[in-house]
C-alpha cells in the first residue's frame, strides 16, 4: 500500500510540474472510492477489529466557485480479530451510512487537482458473531452519527474520468465495548477506552465520471 501511495504522488507532482496554466472546471459527477480502514482512539476497538474495506459511492455536484454538494452511501465491514480475544470469536461488524457532502472541488492544473470536504450523516452498525448466537442474540445494532473529513488528491485522464488517492478520517458516534461481540469481560482494557468514540483512518483510491465533461479555460478537453 505505501509503495502504490508513492507512486501516485509521485505521478501526481510529475502531473504539476508538465501541466499547462489551463484549470479544468468540473460540475457533476459520480465517484466510487474503495479504501482500507484502520481503527484510532478507543484501544479495544483499534485492537479487537480489524478493518478489511471500505466502500463509498457518491454524486457531487460542483459549483464554478468550486463549492460542492453532493450525497451518498458508505459502508465499512471491520472482522474480528479471534486472537485478540481470550476464545477465538468469528464475525464482523458491518457499517452502512447515508450522508450529504459539502466542500470545495478545483482544478489546479490542467489534468491536477483537489476535492476537500466533509461527509456527515446517519450510520446503522450490525454486530453478528459466532459468541452471540451461542448466547441467543441474532446480532447487537447500533445507530449513530457518521461524521467523515476527506481529502481527494485528483488526476484526471481524460474529458469524462479522473482517479484519486483518498483520504478520510471517520467519526462513529458510538463506544465500542468487548461486549458488543458477546465477550463477557472488560480483558483488561481501562474501563475509559470503553467511553472513547469509535474513529478510523481510511486511505484508498477513487474512480470519478463526469457526467457533462470538463471544460476548461483554454478550450481543452471540452465536451
Not at 501516485?8 to 496554466?21: D, E, K, N, P, R
Not at 450529504?100 to 470536504?117: L, N, Q, S
Not at 474520468?161 to 469481560?185: M, Q
Request: with cysteine; proline share 4%.
Amino acid at each position: 500500500m505505501k509503495k502504490i501511495i508513492v507512486l501516485f504522488c509521485f505521478f501526481f507532482l510529475l502531473q504539476i510540474g508538465v501541466a499547462h496554466s489551463q484549470k479544468i472546471k468540473p460540475d457533476d459527477s459520480f465517484t466510487l472510492e474503495l479504501g482500507l480502514p484502520n481503527a484510532f482512539v478507543n484501544k479495544p476497538f483499534k485492537t479487537i477489529m480489524q478493518g478489511l474495506v471500505s466502500i463509498s459511492p457518491y454524486y457531487q455536484y460542483t459549483l464554478k466557485n468550486g463549492l460542492s454538494f453532493g450525497t451518498g452511501l458508505h459502508y465499512t465491514y471491520f472482522a474480528v480479530n479471534e486472537f485478540r480475544v481470550p476464545s477465538k470469536v468469528y464475525g464482523g461488524m458491518h457499517t452502512g451510512a447515508v450522508f450529504i457532502k459539502v466542500g470545495h472541488e478545483k482544478f489546479w492544473t490542467e489534468r491536477f487537482g483537489t476535492d476537500i470536504g466533509i461527509k456527515t450523516g446517519y450510520a446503522q452498525s450490525i454486530i453478528t458473531t459466532d459468541a452471540l448466537k451461542d448466547k441467543g442474540i441474532s446480532y447487537n445494532q447500533i445507530e449513530s452519527v457518521y461524521v467523515e473529513p476527506v481529502l481527494g488528491l485528483v488526476v484526471a485522464s481524460d474529458v469524462n474520468a479522473s482517479y484519486r488517492l483518498s483520504i478520510g478520517y471517520a467519526f462513529y458516534g458510538f463506544s465500542y465495548k468487548p461486549w458488543l461481540i458477546g465477550v463477557d469481560s472488560q480483558l483488561g482494557y481501562d474501563p475509559a477506552e470503553f467511553n472513547k468514540k469509535s474513529s478510523f483512518l481510511t486511505v484508498g483510491f477513487a474512480y470519478t465520471h463526469y457526467f457533462n465533461g470538463k471544460k476548461s479555460e483554454s478550450g481543452n478537453f471540452d465536451d
